[in-house]
């Protein structure tokens, strides 16, 4: 079978929410073209919205099993949601059934002709994979941003050809369940933490982010940042393999890499040193957004981007939502929502965008398996107040116990969290939102929470 084509005969297909859903409609295509025979999708919940879902796939010719917890049917290929733990019911009969078990992005990766840049790491995956299409498009360069970060990727191979760069988000949960995937340009920006109870251990997440390089060798492109001592290890290994590496550092000069000078954006490699942009044309706040943007540069560059676009792409690209994002200010007091912000080390990052600006920091939600004991410690020189909410607040709470430099607050979940933060902070302070923990216990997803900061936000403002 051919790298690129998908494998015949028929499917099962865990989960139907946005990329379960994109895969069978994907599939739906090619049942009367002979390569997929029959295709079952299974979800383990059954809701009215899934029920309208599963209607409108049933009507293309997709069976559909709510409430599922087995592969029932025959299979010789499942494609797996990214939600799908490996260790669920319904994961294990797949495995059991299923000649392989794909994620999507694998899929999407088989099915089309296009070259693809990945993005990948514990941090920042959003922010740069958004960067580097705006970087592509300011360059004249065709591209389709897809993956975690909008539409599934599967949902654009029909529609696009070997001149339009793919620009992915993947997610560790992708890459384990991906065998052919193949970028031309890989970029890992940082490897700390973070889904170790999905995992089962730090080390299983750092290989599955890892195999974002398995299937480059020569003519191809990594871009890591070495400043991060979890990516920086795969910097010679991959160099090894015959891949160009591009190092990217705020802290040194890699000869064949992506750096800081003098307060400036550079790029150096065959062509020698270049510089971008001022780090203070950039519009990203925080010093892992110059890392970012420095790695976004170096993967567009790499994907065939000219200079000037990328020069235009740095100064005019603007903060994504729930990033950092501003949304408003009340009483002298702006607030900042950093909803994405879902583990540890993204919130230690977060505390070094406001330089001396006394901050109070929101933290909660539902952990996932991490320590919070750096945060506390960077907490307690940094910030005014510590507000801790949600299924995690006693646990975190517990990480600040014996420290002394911050004021700890306990609410029961967002609304109350940021009814404290107004108790406390004063004209001139900063209210972050940068939970540090998934969403789930209070919220569908971190848009969904980092929306209800917001209107939260918007609420107090016009009260006052």
């Known amino acids: 079978m051919s790298e690129r084509s998908i494998p015949s005969g028929s499917y099962a297909v865990l989960g139907l929410g946005a990329s379960g859903e994109a895969v069978c409609r994907f599939l739906a295509k090619r049942l009367d073209q002979g390569t997929v025979e029959r295709v079952v999708a299974y979800d383990s919940a059954d809701t009215p919205e899934l029920r309208s879902r599963a209607a409108a796939l049933e009507a293309l010719g997709i069976e559909c099993v709510l409430g599922a917890h087995a592969v029932t049917a025959p299979a010789a290929v499942a494609v797996a949601s990214p939600g799908i733990r490996p260790d669920s019911p319904l994961m294990r009969s797949a495995q059991e059934v299923a000649r392989e078990v794909l994620s999507e992005i694998e899929l999407a990766y088989r099915a089309s002709s296009s070259p693809w840049i990945a993005v990948t790491g514990t941090n920042g995956k959003t922010t ?11 360059s004249g360069v065709p591209c389709e941003v897809v993956g975690n970060i909008g539409r599934p990727a599967i949902s654009v191979v029909d529609d696009t050809g070997p001149a339009t760069v793919l620009v992915a988000e993947v997610s560790s949960f992708q890459l384990r369940s991906s065998f052919r995937f193949h970028p031309r340009v890989s970029v890992l920006l940082n490897v700390t933490p ?17 195999r974002i390089f398995a299937q480059q060798g020569h003519g191809d492109t990594a871009v890591i940042d070495v400043d991060d001592p979890g990516s920086a290890r795969y910097a010679p290994i991959v160099e090894a393999a015959g891949v160009s590496v591009v190092r990217v550092s705020l802290t040194s000069e890699p000869t064949r890499g992506a750096f800081l000078r003098d307060g400036v954006l550079v790029v150096a490699g065959e062509h020698g040193v270049v510089e971008l942009v001022g780090r203070d044309e ?37 903060p994504l939502p729930h990033r950092l994002e501003p949304v408003g200010v009340v009483d002298g007091v702006e607030y900042f929502n950093d909803s994405k912000a879902t583990n540890p080390d993204s919130v230690l990052k977060a505390l070094t965008a406001f330089d001396d600006r006394p901050l109070v920091l929101l933290l909660g939600g539902r952990n996932k398996g991490s320590s919070f004991a750096s945060v506390a410690k960077a907490a307690c020189t940094r910030v005014r107040a510590v507000v801790v909410f949600g299924e995690a607040a006693d646990e975190i709470a517990a990480a600040f116990e014996g420290k002394e430099g911050c004021r700890l607050l306990r609410a029961a979940g967002l609304a109350d969290a940021v009814t404290a933060a107004r108790s406390v902070a004063r004209a001139g302070d900063a209210v972050l939102l940068s939970p540090g923990c998934a969403s789930f216990d209070e919220f569908r997803g971190y848009d969904h929470r980092g929306a209800t900061f917001r209107h939260l936000v918007e609420e107090a403002g016009r009260a006052t």
């Open 128 to 138: 740069t994979t958004a960067l580097v299409g705006h970087i592509l498009d300011c």
């Open 194 to 210: 973070d889904h170790i109870d999905y995992h089962g251990s730090f080390e299983a997440y750092a290989a599955d982010k890892a």
């Open 282 to 318: 950039i519009r990203i706040k925080g010093q892992h957004n110059v890392s970012n943007a420095l790695a976004a540069a170096a993967a567009a560059l790499a994907a065939g981007a000219d200079l000037e676009g990328v020069r235009e792409g740095l100064r005019t690209f603007a």
